[in-house]
């Protein structure tokens, strides 16, 4: 048993859109990105996504029968996506997320794409 | 959907070792807790716990076939506690913590005791 710092991990790594795998409880993982520009449109079908916003400002736009939205965070912050939400990660400066969700969670969901990563490494 | 902020649900309630639900995904909830002293020694058979630090220093305490060990952490760091560990939070100043972990799970585990809140509130 060791305490993790998420700040330190993320100097571990420059890449962007390519989670790491930081811990794991009760069938979930926690998960660190590096964001910038906008993700592809996505969801999932059975996975509900938290994104804790470790540096912002970070938006998650979402879209439903009311059109597009857009949920503006800053550091501290956080916003669940439920499963079937469409919706995309957009950072206009790289913005560092912490994510919870069921491991094999697929990061483009039901997309796909160049941005895909199949198996996210530990870090 | 809706982004949430730790810091402005923590100025909603002034109780210590009361968890408050602020999220839920995946059959976890994500809770609050405000903590002072010694919570006492327990386990939970079934459930891994993640506390995450949002106001420390914290500590964690936990003991197994090697003695007794202690964690401290700072804000932003974090540990899991598999299940079946026995441990117990400690503070020495307020402490402010979210919590992941499976939603029902008891914040006394199997010791109960006058600290049990079987059913935490949402705020």
């Known amino acids: ?8 991990k993320f100097g571990l790594f ?3 859109w390519s989670p790491k795998i930081v811990a794991e409880l009760n069938g979930q993982h926690v998960k660190l990105v ?14 509900d996504e938290m994104f804790l916003v470790v540096k912002g400002p970070f938006n ?3 879209r439903d029968a009311g059109g597009e939205h857009r949920v503006t965070m800053n550091t501290g912050e956080f916003i669940v996506v439920p ?8 950072a206009e400066q790289e ?13 483009t969901g039901n997309a796909g ?11």
Chains 1, 2 share one sequence.
Do not use: C, Q
């Open 1 to 8: 048993m060791h305490k993790i710092n998420p700040i330190e």
């Open 14 to 16: 420059t890449e962007r």
């Open 34 to 47: 590096k964001s910038l520009g906008s993700f592809p449109w996505h969801h999932h079908d059975h996975e």
């Open 60 to 62: 998650m736009e979402y």
């Open 83 to 90: 499963r079937g939400v469409e919706h995309r990660p957009v």
């Open 95 to 107: 913005a560092w997320i912490m994510l919870f969700e069921p491991a094999g969670t697929l990061n």
């Open 113 to 123: 794409g160049e941005h895909t990563v199949a198996k996210p490494d530990w870090i």
